[in-house]
């Protein structure tokens, strides 16, 4: 009875970490990039490119960062048209929900980005992301490549092919180009019946397939709850 009445217990504490998730391990104080004591705005958000580096995905994760803007590379039917402005609205609108002042309004970056020479051949996300930085006078400028967003076929209560997204976010440190962090983010919707494992995320969202919107929306929501931003 001891035995039997302990296994029901371990079961339900099991299910209950599936539904209502773990507590989230905080970030190490080693970890936090901790921002300059100033008044002024010190984090600006790159517009977003299309693309990575041309090898594995593990690799290029690592090199897209100083890839040259002409190899990156990525399969059009893969990448919606306007994927990548939807994904630096995105990034700005949930680290404004974060960190609010600290992140320049996005009009001024974007204005500043179209107004940098580039060199399709030379320049790389990194480099452009040190001189935006520099323009601005920011201490951290958010990078971010995008290679798959692929719309759902189908509707929110049936779906054939369900949305699928792939992009990667850096921090640039502006005085030496360094990056201070980087998290990629690959997600296809799964039916609920493909993984008990994903229960909690799969009722948090509605219990529907989700537009390509919606799927980069919690990612960029989940990326930007994890930055490493101390107070």
Known sequence: MKRSFAWLMTTCSLVAMLLYGCVPRPVAKQDQIILPETGRQSIAVMPFLKGMHDSSVDQAVDRTLDCALAELCFDTRDVRSGAEKDLTRYMQAALEDRLGERIIPLGKPLNVY??????????????????????????????????????????????????????????????????????????????????????????????????????????VDEIVDQFPYGP
Do not use: C, M
């Open 114 to 219: 179209d107004g940098l020479a580039k060199d399709q051949t030379a320049d790389s996300p990194r480099s452009l992301a040190v001189r935006l930085g520099r323009e601005l006078k920011a201490d951290h400028i958010i990078v971010g490549t995008v290679w798959r967003y692929r719309e759902r076929t189908g509707t929110a209560r049936a779906s054939a092919s369900p949305a699928s997204v792939a992009f990667v976010v850096y921090i640039i440190n502006v005085t030496d180009g360094k990056r201070l962090w980087k998290k990629a983010h690959f997600e296809t919707q799964k039916p609920l019946s493909e993984s008990i494992f994903e229960a909690r995320t799969f009722f948090k969202r509605g219990v529907r397939w989700l537009s390509v919107d919606e799927l980069a929306r919690y990612g």
